[in-house]
């Protein structure tokens, strides 16, 4: 019931109703209590050494502390590894997703036994991009081609963005590197005869980065664009966590 998403509270009120008897608070907390003790050593479990696409993500959650109610940033990181499969490498919370934050979570990973990761696939965060490199120098870096796209049709007017929207979706479905760079330059100047130059600027500054999964497997391409993995796990943690509000 609590991986549903029902509240302590229903769950109180739901074994009443099934057996007759109300599951007492502390009996959840002591539940709870094994359940932290178990997540823990999730969380320091030793890590493989390499990791070849690694997925890394935040989310804000509300918190109550001291009287007040602020947010939390929560950060996550999925990584696949040389045999193809996937799994939840760490979580971690940071007052933002300001570089300090970012490196508290890649230098627990790194003390766990990450060496290497080969792709790092984000959206454009400063602090994730600024951290990544004291930890894994070697790491090439993709911004999510979704995420970019969004930053691009933030600066399209409403009535135009059906226009414009296959128009980038072209861009990224090209052969190659070069193909999408050239798509992406005459975009851009399409971009600029509908009067539409800071959306043209934000393509041409950020293309680069977004191109670089052109440099693995063909196969892979679809799967490392974008951060879309990980928002699929984003979305289940604000399922759960809808329910409470804020944390204690």
């Given amino acids: 019931m609590y991986l549903a998403g029902v509240s302590v509270r229903r769950v109180e009120d739901i074994t009443e109703a099934l057996w007759g008897t109300r599951v007492s608070p502390s009996t959840v907390s002591n539940l709870n209590q094994k359940i932290y003790e178990r997540i823990e050593e999730w969380r320091q479990r030793p890590l493989r050494n390499r990791y070849v696409y690694t997925y890394l993500d935040g989310l804000w959650l509300k918190r109550a502390w001291g009287g007040e109610v602020e947010n939390v940033s929560i950060l996550v990181a ?67 081609v979704f ?37 992406a330059i005459s975009v851009a100047a399409k971009l600029e005869d509908l009067k539409l130059g800071p959306a043209a600027s934000i393509l041409l500054q950020g293309i680069d980065e977004s191109l670089t999964y052109y440099r693995f497997p063909r196969e892979h391409h679809r799967s490392i664009r974008t951060n879309n993995m990980l928002e699929r796990i984003m979305k289940e943690i604000r399922r759960r966590t809808r329910v409470v509000g804020s944390f204690p």
Avoid at 148 to 172: D, T, Y
Avoid at 177 to 182: C, G, I, P, Y
């Fill in 78 to 144: 999925i990584g696949v590894n040389e045999m193809g499969f996937r799994e939840v490498l760490g979580v971690s919370e940071g007052m933002s997703e300001d570089k300090e934050s970012w490196r508290n979570l890649l230098r627990n990973l790194y003390g766990r036994g990450l060496r290497r990761i080969d792709l790092a696939i984000s959206d454009k965060a400063a602090g994730l991009i600024e951290a990544l490199p004291e930890f894994y120098p070697q790491a090439k870096w993709q911004r999510c």
């Fill in 147 to 183: 995420h970019f796209h969004k930053n691009i049709l933030h600066k399209v007017p409403k009535q135009k963005r059906e226009e414009v929207i296959p128009m980038l979706k072209a861009i990224h479905a090209q052969e190659d590197a070069q193909s999408a760079r050239e798509k």
